[in-house]
């Protein structure tokens, strides 16, 4: 695809594209305001400034004091932290919980610390992807040093109830962390009403750059540095900070607060057009995760006798960006660990595809997704014998 082909961007849970007012608030700190904020001349001191404001932008669009901010590289790490933290902290407690169908960033983290001799507890979900608050509560012992559950799922959109998560885990008096990287801009994010103890945000979900995300650690909650050095983020982050796209975060965190209002009842309404667009226009095709709770943006559908791969294949080809899942594992040979926990056969799992949305999405970008989806789908059954192709099994889709 050439630089001046048009882009029918469906992706945004991947990333997101850079807001021309996020570029236009992290420009000066790349040429003119440069200094490092830890400096003692007002050079660098000017940024500091920089760098506080925006601290309080993206602490306004949690609710929290400025001061619970930490700012990282990126939600991985942040969500790293939380768990590490809340186990350095613990010494004697080694065991933590969070749910299957969490992001890698959780998952691989949890079995790098079961070969280190912890014990992780992986909640099931059903087969829409929803989560038993009663079993998590039933999971939780002496000896667990933190829970964590992702705010929404990045393949399926679907919404977990944190606020009553957290409040079973402040009964147990257990670490509650969020990874709540699919979340900002989608939906009101309250860590004082939710009562979480740890949130993690990136900002490139957001209409920022890549390689600058936040975590939240509630004031009194012990915390110990995951990243060691000098003495940046009062002592909880070492590293000289990404001043300017910290500032940028801080750009896209006031947009976000805005989109709620502004965009996601329209981006709303272009995901279920473009759903139901392609379920009658295709057949064989069911829809992976409940129909709600479930972010505006976020349609997960599996194929018949098909395989995402290929589907992807023929959408680039047309200019089209789709996803087979999480941008983290694409390229995987094994079917998505997310919709094998909510019983997808390994069949139903490869033909999934994900269509997220964002503010910049277009009723002309759905439009020319549905005109030409339909005949790329008849293409590739159509290249597969019948005697050849998998039994496909029914799967939930309300």
């Known amino acids: 695809m050439s630089n001046t082909e048009p882009v029918y961007y469906f992706d945004s849970n991947a990333t997101t594209r850079v807001a021309p007012e996020v570029v236009a608030a992290m420009l000066p700190l790349l040429t003119e305001q440069w200094g490092n904020p830890s400096s003692a001349y007002r050079f660098g001191h000017q940024v500091g400034g920089l760098l506080e404001t925006a601290r309080e ?105 944190i606020e009553e998560i957290a409040a079973i885990c402040r009964s147990k008096g257990v670490p509650f962390h969020t990874d709540a990287v699919q979340a900002p801009g989608k939906l009101k994010l309250d860590v004082r009403a939710w ?111 098909c395989e995402a791969e290929a589907v992807l294949l023929l959408l680039d080809r047309a200019g089209i960006c789709a996803s087979s899942g999480s941008a983290c594992t694409t390229g995987s040979l094994a079917p998505s660990h997310v919709l094998t926990a909510m019983g997808r056969t390994p069949t139903q799992a490869l033909g999934a595809v994900r269509f997220s949305l964002c503010q910049y999405s277009t009723d002309a970008e759905v439009n020319y997704l549905l005109a030409k989806l339909p005949d790329l789908i008849k293409t590739l059954r159509g290249s597969i014998p019948t005697a050849q192709r998998p039994a496909v099994q029914s799967a939930a889709s309300t």
């Open 57 to 161: 932008q993206v602490a306004a669009l949690i609710n929290a004091d400025p001061r619970e901010i930490i700012f990282t590289s990126c939600g991985t790490e942040s969500s790293n932290a939380a768990l590490q933290s809340a186990l350095t902290t613990q010494p004697g407690k080694r065991h933590i919980v969070m749910t299957a169908v969490e992001h890698s960033a959780n998952i691989k983290y949890g079995q790098l610390l079961e070969k280190r001799g912890c014990e992780v507890t992986r909640l099931p979900v059903d087969s829409l992807g929803e989560l038993d608050v009663h079993l998590l509560h039933e999971s939780i012992r002496p000896d667990t040093a933190i829970v964590s559950v992702m705010t929404a799922n990045n393949e399926t959109g679907v919404i977990f109830p």
């Open 195 to 305: 009562g979480v103890d740890f949130l993690s945000l990136s900002a490139h979900k957001l209409h920022a750059p890549k390689g600058i995300g936040l975590l939240y650690a509630r004031r009194g909650m012990p915390f110990q540095p995951f990243v060691v050095g000098g003495g940046q983020e009062q002592g909880r982050r070492a590293g000289t900070e990404n001043t300017a796209y910290i500032v940028a975060f801080g750009c896209a965190a006031q947009r976000a607060q805005e989109s709620l209002t502004r965009d996601v009842p329209r981006i709303r309404v272009l995901r279920d057009r473009l759903e139901a667009g392609i379920l009658s226009s295709i057949s064989g095709v069911t829809r992976n995760g409940a129909k709600e709770p479930r972010l505006a943006n976020t349609s997960n559908l599996s194929f018949a006798d």
